[in-house]
């Protein structure tokens, strides 16, 4: 069963971010995921995150988690996690959080760098909260977690955008050893979605 769904303390999500959700990242179309997998449908969370409406009602939920579970930083892989981070600290209850992102590769050049965010911190032992836009199979997730736990952060919690209830929910919380939250599952998203089982 997958934690999220299960999860007694899960709160229910925002009907207005779900509405939100529903009308700028869900695509009805069929593509190609990055696991390699076909779907009838795409959820496009950088659609919503980079509008002021979705990502004030997204951030406050995201800097809520982070307080509960006792981060002081939240980051996750470039691209996905970038507006998600930005949307928590610049919550008005984000204020005393930071965020940082994990590049694909290590820069080559200057300091060559893996994760980025204010020096002051990223000191080792630093309790973050790992985020990312979409979870369908966990992979980039779980990718994020571990670049996180070799720079020498503590990942305290793990929190996405939207759950696809494929499997990565129970990925990252393997590898996170630390609680995982979606703010929206697709079954709230879109619950009349044709592959649904």
């Given at each position: ?43 496009d969370v950088k659609q919503a ?138 079954d709230e998203l879109y619950p ?6």
């Amino acid at each position: 069963m997958n934690p999220i769904v299960s999860s007694p303390d899960r709160v229910s999500p925002s009907p207005e971010l779900v509405d939100a959700l529903r009308k700028h990242a869900l695509k009805k179309k069929e593509v190609t995921l990055s696991s390699g997998v076909r779907s009838p449908y795409y959820v496009d969370v950088k659609q919503a995150m980079l509008r002021p409406g979705p990502a004030k009602l997204a951030g406050t939920s995201v800097a809520g988690f982070a307080h509960d579970v006792g981060a002081s930083v939240v980051g996750g892989m470039v691209e996905g996690a970038i507006p998600v981070a930005c949307a928590a600290i610049n919550s008005e209850v984000g204020h005393d959080l930071a965020a940082f992102f994990i590049r694909k590769e290590r820069k080559t050049h200057g300091l060559q760098k893996r994760i980025e965010g204010p020096d002051e911190c990223l000191d080792p032992g630093t309790p973050c909260l790992v985020v990312d836009d979409v979870v369908t199979t966990g992979g980039s997730t779980v990718e994020a977690i571990e670049h996180v736990k070799d720079g020498g952060l503590l990942v305290v919690g793990v929190l996405a955008v939207v759950d696809r209830l494929a499997g990565g929910g129970e990925a990252i919380e393997a590898a996170a050893a630390a609680p995982y939250r979606a703010l929206v599952t697709i079954d709230e998203l879109y619950p009349d979605r044709p592959d649904r089982g």
